[in-house]
């Protein structure tokens, strides 16, 4: 979901931008070398991560020697490493923001509500989003409080209204729920497991695809 959010914020200002997810099996889970490697074979310059990499001190340094920027978008603890170049986490020890318990895609989002303060992103890109923050905090299991809770109640309004994400509504109408009634438990119990289950067998990116794709060809290929 984080993935998804930014490939379509950011998206929506240029179509000079991609996604790399590592594979759990092969490669683990985080930033690392072969991934940077790739990434710079690729001609990519610039780095954002989501939901990790506030302690890749040695990776984002890495990074940084071939000529990549980076930009980390975090909610985990921290440790006495700390990466190098931008970091955004609420759990640094100097952060003042107010709450803490954002998930990962609850970080990205006020990444995205920065750049939408900034830059002309059309309003139906972050209504859009909004699904994945309230899928993506309650499949993270964060608790229900504070900003948290406001994220959830204002995105399942937007699916109940709807469900402006066409892969999203797909899944949802799949797992057999319906989307003008759904609740957090249906999301925990129905939607998250089976966007998870991709990542746990080795193939990560169809979870993003089903949430970027307008296709339905491929929406339906990736229910299956």
Not at 23 to 32: A, K, N, P, T, V
Not at 67 to 90: C, F, K, W
Request: charged letters at 25%; proline letters at 3%.
């Amino acid at each position: 979901t984080s993935t998804a959010l930014m490939m379509k914020v950011i998206g929506s200002l240029t179509e000079n931008v991609s996604y790399y997810i590592p594979s759990r099996l092969d490669e683990g889970y985080g930033l690392h070398r072969e991934a940077i490697d790739k990434i710079k074979e690729e001609g990519g310059e610039y780095i954002v991560t989501v939901d990790c990499g506030s302690t890749s001190a040695e990776e984002t340094a890495y990074a940084h020697s071939l000529g990549i920027g980076t930009l980390v978008t975090d909610h985990h603890n921290m440790s006495d490493q700390r990466a190098e170049g931008i970091i955004i986490n609420p759990r640094l020890p100097e952060d003042e923001y107010p709450f803490k318990g954002l998930a990962g895609v609850g970080v990205a989002y006020k990444l995205a509500l920065s750049l939408a303060r900034e830059r002309d992103i059309p309003k139906s890109v972050m209504a859009e989003v909004l699904e994945f923050v309230t899928v993506g905090t309650i499949a993270d299991i964060m608790p229900m409080l504070d900003e948290n809770r406001t994220i959830v109640k204002c995105g399942l309004r937007s699916i109940h209204l709807g469900c402006r994400n066409k892969g999203l509504r797909a899944l949802i109408d799949r797992s057999s729920l319906n989307y003008s009634k759904l609740r957090a438990g249906d999301i925990s119990y129905g939607i998250a497991p089976k966007i998870n289950a991709s990542g746990r067998m080795g193939d990560a990116t169809i979870g993003v695809r089903l949430l970027l794709s307008d296709d339905e060809d491929e929406i339906n290929e990736c229910c299956d």
